[in-house]
């Protein structure tokens, strides 16, 4: 199994435990990942709502690897890049800070996010000229 495969399916494994933990634990999750509590009050609904999200990114992420589907890949990495983007205007909006949820959006959100993507598109060069 090539690199590109095995983060795609390290990165689904991320998402899909973040997804269980919104879903099943989210005034948890709420409580504990740096920035959501500045981001508004505790809404139940929109947590889960998200937890789906992160949900089919690592369904489409899993299924991308194991199933060599470029398309699927790339689709389960679109959503968090797109996030990533979102979470890098709310940083500039908060003045560039380089604080603790600054340093937990990059490791936790910017991260995974990119590197879904670049691993999509690499494993999708790779895998498909077999």
């Known amino acids: 199994m090539n690199m590109w495969r095995l983060c795609l399916i390290a990165i689904a494994a991320f998402h899909f435990a973040n997804g269980l933990g919104m879903w099943f634990a989210p005034q948890f999750w709420y409580e504990t990942v740096p920035g959501v509590a500045m981001m508004g009050p505790f809404n139940l609904h929109f947590i889960r709502d998200i937890a789906l999200i992160f949900g089919q990114s690592a369904g489409a992420l899993a299924y991308g690897a194991f199933a060599r589907d470029r398309t699927a890949a790339i689709i389960g990495a679109t959503w968090p890049a797109l996030h990533a983007l979102f979470h890098v205007w709310i ?5 560039f800070p ?4 600054a ?11 990119w590197l879904a993507l670049a691993a999509a598109l ?8 077999r």
């Open 98 to 101: 380089l604080d603790h949820v």
């Open 91 to 95: 940083w500039i909006s908060r003045g």
């Open 103 to 113: 340093s937990s959006n990059l490791t936790a959100l910017q991260l995974p996010a």
């Open 122 to 129: 690499n494993f999708a060069r790779k895998e498909t000229a």
